[in-house]
């Protein structure tokens, strides 16, 4: 299986990036990117891109490939409405287009977040444009399209977040996030199931298209046993 991963940089998504380089069933790993992401394997190939909001003159490159991970995001308290629009929705579908027109049977995930308006109405700003990127893309028509809505992340195998606001609570209150996650299984996820429950949605199908952290938990699990390639890279430096 080959995979594209948006927002590698990214706590999530380079989550991500280690589950499908470790992974037995994935043979190439492309990344999109505007720096590149500093990791050097066999299955990862990097393509730079400075211009999210249109991805026609990469197009050929995106092309052939059975699922993308879409992971690029950021928090709306660190920015203003339109630039938040822009980020989140244009280059969420400029990306999704793109890959639509080379691989309508591909696989295309999308990272949303825990309180996602699916409405599109509600007052909270980001859960509206986080709503109508959801709506858009698992309505354009791909093989298979979900919208992924982790809630509350422990980040692993070295990977740190890259927002301030995030990096501070885990560096502060990692106590606390563990805390609740043994109060709560089912609230809380880490990077690496992330990363497998995308995988063995590609590979395996799930009968959800919004899902949570327990679907997310539930998918991270099957086929276990069946992944036995050692890892190549446990942490990053």
């Known amino acids: 299986m080959k995979v594209i991963i948006f927002g590698s940089s990214g706590m999530i998504g380079k989550g991500v990036l280690l589950e499908c380089l470790d992974h037995s069933k994935i043979d190439e790993v492309l990344v999109i990117n505007r720096s590149s992401v500093g990791i050097a394997h066999p299955k990862l190939k990097e393509t730079l891109h400075s211009d999210f909001s249109n991805f026609n003159s990469i197009a050929d490159q995106m092309a052939g490939f059975d699922a993308c991970y879409f992971c690029l995001g950021l928090s709306a308290a660190e920015i203003k409405e339109a630039d938040y629009r822009r980020i989140t929705y244009d280059f969420t579908l400029a990306a ?20 996602t308006d699916s409405t599109e109405k509600g007052r909270v700003m980001w859960a509206r444009v986080k709503g109508k990127t959801e709506n858009d893309i698992l309505k354009m028509g791909f093989n298979q399209a979900f919208a992924f809505r982790p809630g509350a992340i422990i980040p692993l195998r070295g990977v740190t977040p890259s927002s301030k606001m995030y990096r501070m609570l885990i ?3 990692t106590w606390l996030i563990k805390l609740v996650k043994r109060l709560a299984p089912n609230s809380v996820v880490d990077s690496t199931q992330i990363g497998l429950a995308m995988i063995n949605a590609t590979l395996l199908g799930y009968e959800k298209k919004i899902i949570r952290p327990i679907d997310l938990l539930s998918l991270s699990k099957i086929g276990e046993q069946e992944n036995d390639e050692p890892p190549l890279h446990q942490t990053i430096q």
């Open 96 to 115: 999704a287009r793109t890959l639509y027109s080379g691989n309508p049977v591909a696989t295309f995930i999308y990272v949303s977040g825990q309180g």
């Open 171 to 173: 560096t502060n209150l």
